[in-house]
């Protein structure tokens, strides 16, 4: 339940995002008796809950769908006194404190500490009419969109362990999925890469990439071209999942907080801290290695704690 935020209060911990890491750096800061506000964002629940069966988060011997481990996360934490405002954050002032985040709808929260848990959004390749094909062919989800392409042919684009994932998972429904990557070898984990090569539905195509996608209403066909040698080849198939990694969503602290090339956020090794204090990461915002749930909790869990130490030692006894 969404519940009301009082104008002119400053707010102790202020958590963007919903996923694991934002809802777990809510359990704690709730249980410090901080009572955290977290803003949902426009996914709440984050990357998991377009994620079907997830496997490897401890405590799921026979494994948890991703929206339900959410559910279980964001009862746990408002068991325990975390409110929730609906939103979108459109710009923040870290410059002078307390902080101040203005949302969509004009409203402003200002708070003493910031824990930032906005995640990452999936990567997609540029071509012309990918996104005007979005939902008629191309997918950047295959637990999403995987039941549609029943018995079909379709392409995966990409060579780490998302794509290899996305690959695997699409087997349970499609014909045939064939594997389109840049390079001559993946980037994938041994584990995924074993998986994927053992599939008798998974088929590759090396060195290339999507040159067009071609169908009007809905995909018929792709235009391959090999890197190499530049020749262009047609591929039939009527689905396209993209799976080429993520951007940190990122964009509203540019200016603000130090970030590398990829514009994931910089913290101080082995805690979350920005570079102003006060200001916390936490989750794939900050993680361009693991990327995995349980480490996004982790690092919830590391924010909280920082938050807490760090109102403990300005404000004295929150």
């Given at each position: 339940m969404s519940q009301t935020v009082e104008h002119g209060v400053t707010e102790n911990v202020v958590i963007l995002g919903t996923g694991p890491a934002g809802l777990t750096a809510a359990i704690y800061a709730a249980r410090a008796n901080l009572s955290p506000l977290c803003v949902e964002g426009i996914q709440p629940g984050g990357q998991l809950t377009i994620t079907s069966e997830v496997e490897n988060f401890p405590g799921f011997p026979n494994g948890v769908l991703g929206p339900d481990l959410m559910t279980e996360f964001r009862k746990q934490a408002e068991r325990f006194g975390t409110r929730f405002k609906q939103g979108d954050v459109q710009k923040v002032n870290l410059t002078e404190k307390p902080f101040t985040l203005t949302l969509a709808d004009g409203s402003t929260v200002k708070t003493k500490t910031l824990i930032i848990a906005t995640g990452a959004s999936a990567k997609l390749m540029g071509l012309e009419r990918e996104k005007k094909m979005m939902g008629r062919g191309v997918s950047a989800c295959a637990t999403c969109d995987g039941f549609f392409f029943r018995g079909q042919d379709i392409a995966v684009v990409g060579g780490g362990d998302t794509a290899m994932e996305e690959a695997t998972f699409l087997t349970r429904f499609a014909k045939?999925?064939?594997?389109?990557?840049?390079?001559?070898?993946?980037?994938?984990?041994?584990?995924?890469?074993?998986?994927?090569?053992?599939?008798?539905?998974?088929?590759?195509?090396?060195?290339?990439?999507?040159?067009?996608?071609?169908?009007?209403?809905?995909?018929?066909?792709?235009?391959?071209?090999?890197?190499?040698?530049q020749a262009i080849s047609d591929l039939s198939v009527t689905g396209l999942f993209v799976a080429i990694g993520h951007q940190p969503n990122t964009a509203l602290f540019k200016g603000q907080l130090s970030m590398n090339e990829a514009e994931y956020l910089d913290v101080e090794p082995g805690t979350t801290r920005t570079k102003i204090p006060g200001v916390y990461a936490a989750g794939d915002v900050a993680d361009p290695i693991y990327r995995q749930a349980i480490t996004a909790a982790g690092t919830g869990c590391m924010a909280a704690i920082d938050a807490e130490r760090y109102l403990e030692s300005e404000h004295g006894a929150h």
């Amino acid at each position: 339940m969404s519940q009301t935020v009082e104008h002119g209060v400053t707010e102790n911990v202020v958590i963007l995002g919903t996923g694991p890491a934002g809802l777990t750096a809510a359990i704690y800061a709730a249980r410090a008796n901080l009572s955290p506000l977290c803003v949902e964002g426009i996914q709440p629940g984050g990357q998991l809950t377009i994620t079907s069966e997830v496997e490897n988060f401890p405590g799921f011997p026979n494994g948890v769908l991703g929206p339900d481990l959410m559910t279980e996360f964001r009862k746990q934490a408002e068991r325990f006194g975390t409110r929730f405002k609906q939103g979108d954050v459109q710009k923040v002032n870290l410059t002078e404190k307390p902080f101040t985040l203005t949302l969509a709808d004009g409203s402003t929260v200002k708070t003493k500490t910031l824990i930032i848990a906005t995640g990452a959004s999936a990567k997609l390749m540029g071509l012309e009419r990918e996104k005007k094909m979005m939902g008629r062919g191309v997918s950047a989800c295959a637990t999403c969109d995987g039941f549609f392409f029943r018995g079909q042919d379709i392409a995966v684009v990409g060579g780490g362990d998302t794509a290899m994932e996305e690959a695997t998972f699409l087997t349970r429904f499609a014909k045939s999925v064939t594997v389109i990557h840049r390079r001559d070898t993946l980037r994938a984990s041994k584990v995924m890469q074993e998986k994927a090569f053992k599939n008798p539905k998974i088929k590759f195509i090396w060195d290339s990439a999507v040159h067009e996608i071609i169908g009007e209403q809905e995909v018929s066909a792709l235009k391959i071209i090999n890197l190499k040698t530049q020749a262009i080849s047609d591929l039939s198939v009527t689905g396209l999942f993209v799976a080429i990694g993520h951007q940190p969503n990122t964009a509203l602290f540019k200016g603000q907080l130090s970030m590398n090339e990829a514009e994931y956020l910089d913290v101080e090794p082995g805690t979350t801290r920005t570079k102003i204090p006060g200001v916390y990461a936490a989750g794939d915002v900050a993680d361009p290695i693991y990327r995995q749930a349980i480490t996004a909790a982790g690092t919830g869990c590391m924010a909280a704690i920082d938050a807490e130490r760090y109102l403990e030692s300005e404000h004295g006894a929150h």
